[in-house]
C-alpha cells in the first residue's frame, strides 16, 4: 500500500510539473504570479507555510498550483504534520475597479501526513504512521491588488478526501 501511495505521488507530481510546463510555453499570452504565505489546517490544528502560483490563461480564468506544509500541533508528546499539494482552478469576478477579484475555487489535492508520539514508560518509546490521500478541493478565494505587480489573496477551502480538512490560506502574490 506504501508503494502505491508513493507511485501515485510521483506520477501526480509528474502530471503537476507538465501542466506548469505546458502553462509557461505555450502561446498563450498568459499572466503569471508567484507568491506564498500562510495556512491553518483544522484538522492538527496547526499553522502552515504556503508556496503557490497562479498562471492565468484569460483575464477570468487561472490555474494555481500550490504546496503548504502544516506544522500541527504538540501535545503530551503526540505530533502530527502534513503536506497538502494542490492544482486549482479559479474563475475571476472582477470588483471595484479591477482591484478586487472574488472566486470559486475548484481543484485537487494531495495530503501526506504523518502523525507519532514519544512517551516514557520503563524505557522512552517512539512511534510514526503516516498515510497519504487524494482528495478535491472546494472552496472560494478572493485577491486584492495593490499595484500591478503586488496582490494578497485569501482562499477558505474544504478538502473532500479520506482526510478531510478545511484549511486556510492568505498570502502574497508578485506579478512577473
Not at 501542466?19 to 508567484?34: S, V
Not at 514508560?121 to 478565494?141: K, L, M, R
Amino acid at each position: 500500500m506504501k508503494h502505491m501511495n508513493q507511485k501515485s505521488f510521483r506520477n501526480y507530481t509528474f502530471i503537476l510539473a507538465g501542466m506548469m510546463l505546458l502553462f509557461t510555453t505555450a502561446k498563450i499570452q498568459a499572466q503569471i504570479a508567484i507568491g506564498g504565505g500562510l495556512g491553518y489546517n483544522e484538522k492538527i490544528s496547526g499553522p502552515g507555510i504556503t508556496v503557490k502560483a497562479e498562471f492565468n490563461i484569460t483575464d477570468d480564468i487561472a490555474v494555481s498550483p500550490g504546496a503548504t506544509y502544516f506544522f500541527g500541533n504538540s501535545l503530551y508528546g503526540f505530533n502530527q504534520n502534513t503536506l497538502a499539494v494542490d492544482l486549482n482552478a479559479h474563475y475571476f469576478f472582477h470588483l471595484i475597479e479591477n482591484k478586487l477579484k472574488i472566486y470559486p475555487l475548484l481543484g485537487a489535492n494531495y495530503s501526506n501526513y504523518k502523525t507519532g508520539a514519544s512517551y516514557y514508560s520503563y524505557y522512552y518509546n517512539t512511534y510514526e504512521v503516516s498515510d497519504s490521500a487524494f482528495g478535491v478541493n472546494i472552496g472560494a478565494g478572493g485577491r486584492w491588488q495593490f499595484s500591478e505587480k503586488l496582490s494578497v489573496y485569501l482562499e477558505p477551502k474544504y478538502v473532500v478526501s479520506d482526510y478531510e480538512q478545511i484549511i486556510i490560506n492568505a498570502g502574497i502574490l508578485f506579478q512577473l
